[in-house]
Every structure is written in C-alpha cells, then in structure tokens.
C-alpha cells in the first residue's frame, strides 16, 4: 500500500503563486500514474490534473490550463503542482492520488492523501 502525504498548501492572495508537494511513501511500483484532486467547501471532489507515470504526459481539467503545471520526481517519489494566477475559485482542500492504470482514466485513483488546504484570498 502506497502512502501519500500533501504539503505546501496555505493562504495566498488572489494572482498569487503557490507549490504543492506530495510525498509518496511505502510500497511504491515501479511505474504509476498521479493526479491532483480537488475539493470545495459544499462541492464534491473534482480533477484537476494528472501526469503519466513517465511525466512525459498530463491532462488538466479546463478551469486550470495554463495557470496550473503538474510535475513528477520519480526518483524522489514525489509529484509537484504549480499553482500560478491563483483565483478565489481555486480555494480548495487539494488530494493526491496514485493510478496503476492509465493516467486518464479517473475511476483508477486512490491512496488518497490527507489532503493540503489552499485558501485564495481577494
């Protein structure tokens, strides 16, 4: 079982930047997907990014391309999400996830973190 841990996350204004961190202990495979999650006070967990195993490939979810970049250190076990032009919509408890299937297929995450929280101030 994979363990993950979300860092990172605090208050920030509006137009500002901020990186979140997520640390993948345990037993981890060889080769696996991962991906950014989401969620709002009130409102369901959403996508917002995910990266290939590799790293050579990622998809975002609209409301985040080109302000948001996900990256990947796999020798360090650790995924990366850039938070550029930070919006008050992007105020959010943030997951991470590991997929040991394809990287976009959504219904294959889980080892879900704790979760970091991000808060966009105006």
């Known amino acids: 079982q994979v363990q993950l841990e979300e860092s990172g996350g605090r208050l920030v204004q509006a137009v500002g930047s901020l990186r979140l961190s997520c640390a993948a202990s345990?037993?981890?495979?060889?080769?696996?997907?991962m991906g950014w999650f989401r969620q709002a006070p009130g409102k369901e967990r959403e996508f917002v990014a995910t990266i290939s195993w590799s790293g050579g490939s990622t998809y975002y979810v609209d409301s985040v391309k080109g302000r948001f970049t996900i990256s990947r250190d796999n020798a360090k076990n650790t995924m990366f999400l850039q938070m550029n032009s930070l919006k008050p919509e992007d105020t959010a408890v943030y997951y991470c996830?590991?997929?040991?299937?394809?990287?976009?297929?959504?219904?294959?995450?889980?080892?879900w973190g704790q979760g970091t929280q991000v808060t966009v101030s105006s």
């Open positions: 996830a590991v997929n040991w299937g394809s990287y976009l297929v959504m219904s294959g995450f889980g080892s």
């Open positions: 345990g037993r981890t495979p060889s080769r696996y997907a």
